[in-house]
């Protein structure tokens, strides 16, 4: 079983369309949480740490659940431009982050 | 320049080849991490330098994969024999001092091909 799992998708959804992925992990000890966008071919970009009292960035809100070890990214108005892969991470005691597979997003007009 | 540099950008190698990966990370990053993504999956751990000590290399798939960072900046990884399984992208990330809430810096990695 991966430390980090997530639906691989695709999820196909019209411009304007809210989405939503999710993310389990299995290392009760990881304390840091992150969201990294990948466009095909390019390297991963940070896209926004997770606190634990939630967060928003714009269209962008970030989840986190301890009890049930799950983070959660909820992307509001997709734009074409959001279409990319969506790579959960979690970082625990041993300060190695570990990546989950991957979710594929695809906005279409 | 101000990022992550990896060369070469793409190799291709003959089964049985050694090939050498190059990564030059943010001056003044004092952690550097390597992973191997292949196709269609998340970026795999593969070893974590701080400066100059290489203090996990749990991800190593086997022990023709290599890697050093002897003046604690430019690192390389090394894989001996190539197999078509190494097939993957090499990413190799920086970040400032390693503490589990920073972000990682990426390079945009190397495509490593064998045939």
């Known amino acids: 079983r991966k430390e980090v799992e997530q639906d691989p998708g695709p999820f196909n959804v019209p411009e304007g369309a809210t989405v939503a992925f999710n993310c389990t992990y299995s290392n009760s000890a990881s304390q840091s949480f992150f969201w990294y966008r990948q466009d095909c071919r390019k390297e991963p970009k940070l896209l926004m740490s997770v606190y634990s009292s939630g967060n928003e960035d714009g269209r962008f809100t970030a989840q986190l659940n301890r009890a049930s070890q799950y983070i959660s990214l909820l992307i509001r108005d997709s734009k074409l431009s959001d279409s990319a892969t969506y790579l959960c991470v979690a970082s625990g005691g041993s300060y190695i982050p570990t990546f989950g597979r991957g979710t594929s997003l695809i906005v279409h007009p | 320049g101000a990022g992550v540099s990896q060369s070469p950008r793409y190799k291709v190698a003959k089964r049985g080849q050694d090939v050498a990966l190059r990564c030059d990370p943010i001056?003044?990053?004092?952690?550097l991490f390597w992973y191997q993504q292949a196709l269609g999956q998340g970026p795999e751990f593969l070893t974590y330098f701080q400066n100059e000590a290489q203090l996990d290399k749990s991800g190593l798939p086997s022990d023709r994969f290599f890697a050093e960072r002897p003046e604690g900046s430019v690192s390389t990884l090394k894989i001996q024999r190539t197999q078509q399984e190494d097939s993957a992208v090499y990413l190799c990330?920086?970040?400032?001092?390693?503490?589990?809430?920073?972000?990682?810096?990426f390079g945009s990695g190397t495509q490593l091909s064998v045939l």
């Open positions: 990330a920086s970040s400032l001092v390693g503490a589990t809430n920073e972000k990682l810096f």
């Open positions: 001056s003044g990053h004092v952690s």
